[in-house]
């Protein structure tokens, strides 16, 4: 239950915790250690009983005052869903609205708004990059696997080419 510093845990589990710790204290246990096998902290589990297991933080609910309303969220998705804008990403949707004399959020707002709905995977008409591992080779013998690199490197002549082989006799 316990865990990293700072973990929001649930009112439920809060509950059950102060639960088992009142079990195990009747039972004839110390609470620090009851609350130790939990993975708390005592003086969580003091703070829970003094104050109460409601969340004490500071504007914990408040709701910020720009908030996107239900039918403004909808009114974005009808647009990002839309045959026009449907292979388009939000950075070319804004651009085209403001063409169009339409505001209805912000790009970072459209973002927010495919990540809450997990639709914002790719959206261009083409198909997204694949990306696989280049073939690796294994020699067993010589002249089996050769290889190619061309370095850069400094002199003070131009126009003067270099080619250096290499050969490795295993």
């Given at each position: 239950?316990?865990?990293?510093q700072?973990?929001?845990?649930?009112?439920?589990?809060?509950?059950?915790?102060?639960?088992?710790?009142?079990?195990a204290?009747?039972?004839?246990?110390?609470?620090?250690?009851?609350?130790?096998?939990?993975?708390?902290?005592?003086?969580?589990?003091?703070?829970?009983?003094?104050?109460?297991?409601?969340?004490?933080?500071?504007?914990?609910?408040?709701?910020?005052?720009?908030?996107?309303?239900?039918?403004?969220?909808?009114?974005?998705?009808?647009?990002?869903?839309?045959?026009?804008?449907?292979?388009?990403?939000?950075?070319?949707?804004?651009?085209?609205?403001?063409?169009?004399g339409?505001?209805?959020?912000?790009?970072?707002?459209?973002?927010?708004?495919?990540?809450?709905?997990?639709?914002?995977?790719?959206?261009?008409?083409?198909?997204?990059?694949?990306?696989?591992?280049?073939?690796?080779?294994?020699?067993?013998?010589?002249?089996q696997?050769?290889?190619?690199?061309?370095?850069?490197?400094?002199?003070?002549?131009r126009?003067?080419?270099?080619?250096?082989?290499?050969?490795?006799?295993?």
């Amino acid at each position: 239950m316990g865990g990293c510093q700072g973990r929001l845990i649930n009112k439920e589990d809060k509950e059950e915790a102060l639960s088992l710790i009142g079990e195990a204290c009747d039972a004839g246990a110390r609470k620090h250690l009851a609350a130790q096998l939990l993975g708390l902290p005592i003086r969580t589990v003091q703070r829970w009983e003094k104050h109460g297991i409601d969340d004490q933080r500071k504007g914990s609910g408040k709701k910020p005052g720009n908030k996107i309303s239900q039918s403004e969220k909808m009114q974005i998705i009808e647009i990002l869903t839309s045959p026009e804008f449907s292979d388009c990403t939000p950075h070319q949707i804004v651009p085209k609205l403001a063409d169009q004399g339409v505001y209805v959020g912000s790009e970072s707002t459209m973002y927010r708004v495919l990540k809450d709905l997990r639709m914002n995977k790719h959206r261009l008409a083409s198909r997204a990059v694949s990306r696989k591992r280049p073939e690796s080779y294994c020699a067993n013998g010589p002249n089996q696997v050769w290889s190619w690199d061309i370095t850069y490197l400094l002199t003070e002549i131009r126009g003067c080419f270099f080619l250096i082989l290499i050969y490795f006799v295993v």
